[in-house]
């Protein structure tokens, strides 16, 4: 439904007929000769409209609209509770589902695993998640991207457009997922530029807009001219700096509608692909129950599961082909990011010399420490 | 070029400029709040006006391109959700705590069911004083970007303060917040002036949530305020009821606020989540000492001794 | 007096009739405001209705999201009693689910039963001395005991973030902090072959033991003397203190309980998840139920009922997500503005009441 249109009052008898026979009728008369489309339930923890990790989500599943046989519906706000459990059930059993993308975190264990335990014809997607095989049931897939590589060019451009050499980063919680965007943006922004140092603050939780903005400004006022994050969606922090007048980065979504002058790029998801993709499968039958869908869905920048955002006005066509240049490099396997030696900002060697972890070596997954020229602490008491 | 010769001065100038921004909904809600108590009413429903006057302010700024014109539209909001709060309380048999509970709840809902609209797009904010031009140290700089909202708060502070004391007016509201039933006898409404006290003082706290999204952090979210429509309640005790003292107090929670990053800065991380908690710690405890069992405090409107 | 009548005294029925009637109204406002939005009207309803009673399946939904409320909603309705209101079930019900997290870890080698009785004890004292701490703050310290509980949900919160991320986190809950889990065995298990954890079980039987308490012994009957008039209670010679802390306690001990449930029935361990907002949900049943526990159960499940069909709201009708706390909203004013009307219709005057 056109959301401006839901401001002007629609006719009382059309939406009346039309509406309530669509919320009568769960599912939409067939056709004869038509397949019923294929149902795709999709369940996100916070609004979709955050400009960060739900919207990037909510916009890979608007993709979705270019395939005629798919239907793909949508829950928002779901708490990590009984709540989720319910309304996936719903969505199977009311309206249908035969696909669930839990795109939350939380809602892998025990949520999801009990569902799918229920419904064993139906697949279930999480993102991010791990599985315990020969534990969990089979009807149950993981799908994530590693962006570190778009971290890194980020990271890169800020290196080159920061004058007073500090970067700020906020963060939300230390964990490793947020460690390895720490640690590949500063890896990108130290290759351009050795000197530069960064300060890492965490706020301690995902959506916390008030602390993020006392956050961001105060990492504007130690000297930070380049500001990016990783929060549920790091808009504030890139409103922050477009209004301090420093530059900023983007994550999870393209964020320069808030900051249209100072914003420089970002690294973004594009689940896009990833839902499509699985569609398609489906559609064809395919599932991973039976091993015909791949467990673990993973992509790169490579494969497109993530993407650099369009450049901002401020980046000058220098700086936009040393990017294009790099990223090239990193697509052909010249060049990679986590190359030894590395030493973290506590002196101890996290990637020895000579060695080459590539950014889907599962030993980054338990990431624990931050890069040195960083300043800030991983510290759980 | 590190962070580590972070001075503190740029520390203090960080405090110092979010002692000012984070104080103004503080202000504008404990003056509110000061008022409404003065007349005998506690309400306890300000988080949810503020939330709800807070979406109005950037819901019409968006749509109009006015910020003048979103915090004056948060100001009535605010004013009629007030007159909603004090008829429902004048009803015989309703309690006001109860009553302030549900209009957070009902304000909260409002607020968030309208602003599904409004978490992406931008809107114009309210323009700011530049009084640091001056200043080499950008830290400073920005600490001295003040918000005009702030000097309207100072100036109505002050106001409130001769109005209360001086003015017949003020009298009269004092009167029924201190001895309802003697002012009742003098031929005073106690209704009616309770009803404009708690009206007005949610007009104020409008004005406080149009700071929010119109100023710092300048956006819509659900989580826009934790809790900082009670604790300018909790503020207003700690104040002891005087409008002055109450700019003051303001003043001090917002810098409060601006703790954990500051202390971030001077290397003390990792106990985020309790420098989190620092500023109900710190309401909790300025209670605790302000108050007392015998509930007769200096200042307190005779008509409020009772309801805890 | 008690009367041993079968028929329901006009008093009774008037207690039932206008909370009823505010209902009924909110449900007519609220389908107003949907309409404007552009939903239809009794599409609303049914969509309630289909999510929450129209079949086994959806009762099983009810159920489900009733049980927390039922607890939490003691939490604020006993205390409320005595004279007390706060509303600090979310802090009381983080408090409980944490003790009984830690309770459940230390227990895991003794049987099921010894570890989830120690896990309800823990979850019910932890939750009790938080309630009873604020009661307390406002008995003997003058402090609004609505401002401090309020406070002390974000404290509490805080405390269990800070001790579930560090000293108590399972290292292997890499993105996700939590503490270890608890193993399958010493969780709570179903009711029957449903979907329905045991947590209804407590909540109902807690509404029954309050109720019993407040309805039938001499506590309860000191309680509400205390609630009604505290000089009174004063003059007469009860000890306040002790009654008031007594009964925040139990309303504290509810929550916990409830916390508790959180952790050993759905999540089976603890982390942020288990602030999921049921603690604020149950302020609101303690007052349409006008705290009053049978009609706690009855709420809890209406309620329940309504906020099992917040999803389907969104997904059928396109309406926002905060639909639901809208409505919650209207039904939460029109219930206390209808408190008004108690004592002032001829219908419901009973001839038997004493002058």
Same mark, same amino acid.
Not at chain 1, 344 to 354: H, L, Q
Not at chain 2, 11 to 19: D, E, K, N, P, S
């Given at each position: 439904?056109?959301?401006?249109?839901?401001?002007?009052?629609? *006719?009382?008898?059309?939406?009346?007929?039309?509406? *309530?026979?669509?919320?009568?009728?769960?599912?939409?008369?067939?056709?004869?000769?038509?397949?019923?489309?294929?149902? /795709? *339930?999709?369940?996100?923890?916070?609004?979709?409209?955050?400009?960060?990790?739900?919207?990037?989500?909510?916009?890979?599943?608007?993709?979705?609209?270019?395939?005629?046989?798919?239907?793909?519906?949508?829950?928002?706000?779901?708490?990590?509770?009984?709540?989720?459990?319910?309304?996936?059930?719903?969505?199977?059993?009311?309206?249908?589902?035969? &696909?669930?993308?839990?795109?939350?975190?939380?809602?892998?264990?025990?949520?999801?695993?009990?569902?799918?335990?229920?419904?064993?014809?139906?697949?279930?997607?999480?993102?991010?998640?791990?599985?315990?095989?020969?534990?969990?049931?089979?009807?149950?897939?993981?799908?994530?991207?590693?962006?570190?590589?778009?971290?890194?060019?980020?990271?890169?451009?800020?290196?080159? /457009?920061?004058?007073?050499?500090?970067?700020?980063?906020?963060?939300?919680?230390?964990?490793?997922?947020? $460690?390895?965007?720490?640690?590949?943006?500063?890896?990108?922004?130290?290759?351009?530029?050795?000197?530069?140092?960064?300060?890492?603050?965490?706020?301690?939780?995902?959506?916390?807009?008030?602390?993020?903005?006392?956050?961001?400004?105060?990492?504007?006022?130690?000297?930070?001219?380049?500001?990016?994050? %990783?929060?549920?969606?790091?808009? &504030?922090?890139?409103?922050?700096?477009?209004?301090?007048?420093?530059?900023?980065?983007?994550?999870?979504?393209?964020?320069?509608?808030?900051?249209?002058?100072?914003?420089?790029?970002?690294?973004?998801?594009?689940?896009?692909?990833?839902?499509?993709?699985?569609?398609?499968?489906? %559609?064809? *039958?395919?599932?991973?129950?039976?091993?015909?869908?791949?467990?673990?869905?993973?992509?790169? $920048?490579?494969?497109?599961?993530?993407?650099?955002?369009?450049?901002?006005?401020?980046?000058?066509?220098?700086?936009?082909?040393?990017?294009?240049?790099?990223?090239?490099?990193?697509?052909?396997?010249?060049?990679?990011?986590?190359?030894?030696?590395?030493?973290?900002?506590?002196?101890?060697?996290?990637?020895?010399?000579?060695?080459?972890?590539?950014?889907?070596?599962?030993?980054?997954?338990? /990431?624990?420490?931050?890069?040195?020229?960083?300043?800030?602490?991983?510290?759980?008491? | 070029?590190?962070?580590?010769?972070?001075?503190?001065?740029?520390?203090?100038?960080?405090?110092?400029?979010?002692?000012?921004?984070?104080?103004?909904?503080?202000?504008?809600?404990?003056?509110?709040?000061?008022?409404?108590?003065?007349?005998?009413?506690?309400?306890?429903?300000?988080?949810?006006?503020?939330?709800?006057?807070?979406?109005?302010?950037?819901?019409?700024? @968006?749509?109009?391109?006015?910020?003048?014109?979103?915090?004056?539209?948060?100001?009535?909001?605010?004013?009629?959700?007030?007159?909603?709060?004090?008829?429902?309380?004048?009803?015989?048999?309703?309690?006001?705590?109860?009553?302030?509970?549900?209009?957070?709840?009902?304000?909260?809902?409002?607020?968030?069911?309208?602003?599904? @609209?409004?978490?992406?797009?931008?809107?114009?904010?309210?323009?700011?004083?530049?009084?640091?031009?001056?200043?080499?140290?950008?830290?400073?700089?920005?600490?001295?970007?003040?918000?005009?909202?702030?000097?309207?708060?100072?100036?109505?502070?002050?106001?409130?303060?001769?109005?209360?004391?001086?003015?017949?007016?003020?009298?009269?509201?004092?009167?029924?917040?201190?001895?309802?039933?003697?002012?009742?006898?003098?031929?005073?409404?106690?209704?009616?002036?309770?009803?404009?006290?708690?009206?007005?003082?949610?007009?104020?706290?409008?004005?406080?949530?149009?700071?929010?999204?119109?100023?710092?952090?300048?956006?819509?979210?659900?989580?826009?305020?934790?809790? @900082?429509?009670?604790?300018?309640?909790?503020?207003?005790?700690?104040?002891?009821?005087?409008?002055?003292?109450?700019?003051?107090?303001?003043?001090?929670?917002?810098?409060?606020?601006?703790?954990?990053?500051?202390?971030?800065?001077?290397?003390?991380?990792?106990?985020?989540?309790?420098?989190?908690?620092?500023?109900?710690?710190?309401?909790?405890?300025?209670?605790?000492?302000?108050?007392?069992?015998?509930?007769?405090?200096?200042?307190?409107?005779?008509?409020?001794?009772?309801?805890? | 007096?008690?009367?041993?009548?079968?028929?329901?005294?006009?008093?009774?029925?008037?207690?039932?009739?206008?909370?009823?009637?505010?209902?009924?109204?909110?449900?007519?406002?609220?389908?107003?405001?949907?309409?404007?939005?552009?939903?239809?009207?009794?599409? #609303?309803?049914?969509?309630?209705?289909?999510?929450?009673?129209?079949?086994?399946?959806?009762?099983?939904?009810?159920?489900?999201?009733?049980?927390?409320?039922?607890?939490?909603?003691?939490?604020?309705?006993?205390?409320?009693?005595?004279?007390?209101?706060?509303?600090?079930?979310?802090?009381?019900?983080?408090?409980?689910?944490?003790?009984?997290?830690?309770?459940?870890?230390?227990?895991?080698?003794?049987?099921?039963? =010894?570890?989830?009785?120690?896990?309800?004890?823990?979850?019910?004292?932890?939750?009790?001395?938080?309630?009873?701490?604020?009661?307390?703050?406002?008995?003997?310290?003058?402090?609004?005991?609505?401002?401090?509980?309020?406070?002390?949900?974000?404290?509490?919160?805080?405390?269990?973030?800070?001790?579930?991320?560090?000293?108590?986190?399972?290292?292997?809950?890499?993105?996700?902090?939590?503490?270890?889990?608890?193993?399958?065995?010493?969780?709570?298990?179903?009711?029957?072959?449903?979907?329905?954890?045991?947590?209804?079980?407590?909540?109902? =039987?807690?509404?029954?033991?309050?109720?019993?308490?407040?309805?039938?012994?001499?506590?309860?009957?000191?309680?509400?003397?205390?609630?009604?008039?505290?000089?009174?209670?004063?003059?007469?010679?009860?000890?306040?203190?002790?009654?008031?802390?007594?009964?925040?306690?139990?309303?504290?001990?509810?929550?916990?309980?409830?916390?508790?449930?959180?952790?050993?029935?759905?999540?089976?361990?603890?982390?942020?998840?288990?602030?999921?907002?049921?603690?604020?949900?149950?302020?609101?049943?303690?007052?349409?139920?006008?705290?009053?526990?049978?009609?706690? #159960?009855?709420?809890?499940?209406?309620?329940?009922?309504?906020?099992?069909?917040?999803?389907?709201?969104?997904?059928?009708?396109?309406?926002?997500?905060?639909?639901?706390?809208?409505?919650?909203?209207?039904?939460?004013?029109?219930?206390?503005?209808?408190?008004?009307?108690?004592?002032?219709?001829?219908?419901?005057?009973?001839?038997?009441?004493?002058?």
């Amino acid at each position: 439904m056109n959301k401006s249109s839901q401001f002007t009052r629609r *006719g009382f008898i059309t939406s009346l007929t039309m509406a *309530g026979t669509a919320a009568a009728f769960a599912k939409p008369p067939l056709l004869k000769g038509v397949e019923p489309p294929l149902v /795709m *339930g999709f369940l996100y923890g916070g609004p979709k409209n955050d400009l960060g990790y739900n919207q990037s989500h909510a916009d890979g599943k608007q993709r979705l609209t270019s395939l005629p046989f798919v239907k793909a519906i949508d829950e928002s706000n779901i708490t990590e509770t009984v709540a989720v459990e319910e309304s996936m059930r719903d969505m199977i059993h009311q309206d249908g589902a035969r &696909v669930i993308f839990a795109t939350s975190y939380g809602y892998l264990d025990p949520f999801v695993l009990r569902v799918a335990r229920e419904s064993p014809d139906v697949q279930f997607f999480h993102c991010g998640g791990s599985y315990r095989e020969g534990i969990d049931p089979p009807n149950i897939g993981i799908y994530f991207g590693f962006i570190d590589e778009v971290e890194y060019l980020a990271g890169l451009t800020a290196g080159l /457009m920061t004058r007073t050499g500090r970067l700020g980063f906020v963060a939300a919680k230390p964990i490793p997922q947020v $460690l390895r965007n720490i640690n590949s943006f500063m890896l990108g922004a130290r290759s351009v530029n050795p000197s530069v140092s960064m300060k890492v603050l965490f706020t301690g939780d995902w959506v916390l807009p008030l602390r993020e903005a006392e956050a961001a400004s105060s990492l504007a006022d130690q000297g930070a001219d380049v500001l990016t994050g %990783h929060t549920g969606s790091p808009r &504030v922090i890139v409103q922050v700096a477009e209004r301090r007048g420093i530059w900023a980065t983007g994550y999870q979504f393209d964020q320069s509608v808030v900051a249209p002058h100072r914003f420089l790029t970002g690294a973004e998801w594009s689940w896009g692909v990833v839902y499509k993709r699985y569609a398609q499968m489906i %559609h064809e *039958g395919k599932s991973v129950t039976n091993g015909t869908i791949p467990r673990r869905m993973t992509g790169t $920048l490579k494969d497109q599961f993530c993407r650099l955002s369009p450049f901002g006005p401020a980046v000058t066509p220098a700086i936009r082909n040393k990017v294009a240049q790099v990223q090239e490099q990193l697509l052909n396997g010249s060049q990679t990011i986590y190359q030894g030696q590395l030493r973290d900002n506590r002196g101890r060697i996290v990637v020895p010399a000579g060695k080459t972890l590539s950014i889907e070596d599962p030993s980054l997954d338990g /990431m624990n420490w931050l890069l040195e020229g960083i300043e800030g602490e991983v510290k759980y008491l | 070029m590190h962070f580590n010769s972070v001075n503190l001065w740029v520390v203090a100038a960080a405090l110092l400029g979010a002692a000012i921004r984070g104080s103004i909904p503080y202000m504008f809600v404990s003056l509110g709040e000061c008022l409404t108590e003065k007349s005998g009413r506690i309400n306890l429903g300000m988080e949810g006006i503020l939330l709800m006057s807070a979406m109005t302010a950037f819901a019409v700024s @968006q749509r109009t391109g006015s910020p003048w014109l979103g915090a004056l539209t948060a100001a009535i909001v605010g004013g009629i959700l007030g007159l909603l709060h004090g008829s429902l309380t004048e009803l015989p048999g309703v309690n006001d705590i109860a009553a302030g509970v549900a209009m957070v709840v009902f304000g909260s809902g409002l607020a968030f069911f309208f602003g599904k @609209q409004f978490v992406a797009p931008m809107a114009p904010q309210l323009p700011v004083l530049e009084f640091g031009k001056w200043a080499s140290n950008p830290a400073l700089r920005a600490a001295l970007r003040i918000s005009p909202l702030f000097f309207l708060g100072i100036v109505t502070a002050f106001v409130l303060h001769y109005a209360l004391k001086y003015t017949r007016w003020g009298l009269h509201v004092r009167a029924v917040g201190d001895a309802p039933e003697a002012a009742r006898s003098m031929g005073i409404s106690a209704r009616q002036h309770r009803l404009i006290a708690t009206t007005i003082g949610a007009t104020l706290a409008g004005i406080g949530g149009a700071h929010l999204t119109l100023y710092f952090p300048g956006i819509w979210s659900e989580g826009i305020s934790g809790g @900082q429509g009670l604790m300018a309640v909790a503020l207003v005790i700690f104040a002891r009821w005087s409008p002055l003292r109450c700019l003051a107090v303001s003043l001090f929670f917002g810098g409060a606020q601006a703790l954990d990053p500051s202390l971030q800065a001077l290397g003390f991380g990792g106990f985020y989540h309790l420098l989190n908690a620092s500023p109900y710690v710190l309401t909790l405890i300025l209670m605790i000492v302000s108050c007392s069992r015998s509930r007769k405090l200096i200042g307190m409107p005779g008509a409020l001794a009772g309801r805890g | 007096m008690k009367r041993h009548s079968m028929i329901p005294s006009p008093r009774s029925i008037e207690s039932v009739a206008i909370p009823a009637i505010a209902f009924l109204l909110a449900m007519a406002l609220f389908g107003g405001f949907c309409v404007f939005w552009g939903a239809p009207f009794w599409g #609303v309803f049914s969509s309630i209705y289909r999510a929450g009673f129209g079949s086994w399946y959806s009762w099983q939904n009810s159920l489900l999201r009733a049980a927390p409320l039922m607890l939490c909603g003691l939490c604020t309705a006993l205390p409320a009693r005595a004279g007390i209101i706060t509303v600090g079930n979310e802090g009381a019900f983080v408090m409980g689910g944490l003790a009984a997290a830690a309770a459940g870890l230390a227990t895991q080698s003794a049987p099921a039963w =010894v570890s989830l009785s120690s896990m309800a004890v823990a979850g019910i004292i932890a939750g009790g001395l938080w309630i009873a701490l604020a009661a307390g703050l406002q008995h003997y310290r003058g402090v609004n005991a609505v401002i401090s509980s309020l406070l002390m949900n974000y404290i509490a919160i805080a405390f269990m973030l800070q001790l579930v991320e560090g000293p108590m986190r399972d290292p292997g809950s890499l993105n996700f902090p939590a503490t270890y889990p608890i193993s399958p065995s010493h969780q709570l298990g179903r009711l029957f072959n449903s979907r329905v954890h045991m947590g209804l079980v407590f909540g109902v =039987v807690a509404s029954l033991l309050v109720w019993f308490l407040l309805e039938r012994t001499v506590w309860g009957m000191k309680v509400k003397v205390v609630g009604g008039n505290s000089r009174t209670a004063s003059l007469v010679g009860l000890p306040l203190g002790a009654i008031i802390l007594t009964a925040s306690f139990i309303g504290g001990g509810c929550a916990g309980l409830a916390g508790m449930v959180e952790v050993a029935a759905v999540h089976g361990r603890a982390s942020h998840a288990i602030a999921a907002g049921y603690g604020y949900a149950g302020i609101l049943v303690a007052f349409l139920s006008r705290q009053s526990p049978l009609r706690i #159960v009855i709420v809890s499940l209406i309620l329940g009922a309504v906020i099992a069909s917040g999803g389907s709201l969104q997904r059928d009708l396109d309406l926002p997500d905060a639909s639901i706390a809208v409505f919650e909203g209207i039904v939460f004013l029109l219930i206390l503005a209808s408190e008004t009307l108690y004592g002032r219709f001829e219908f419901f005057r009973d001839t038997r009441d004493a002058f």
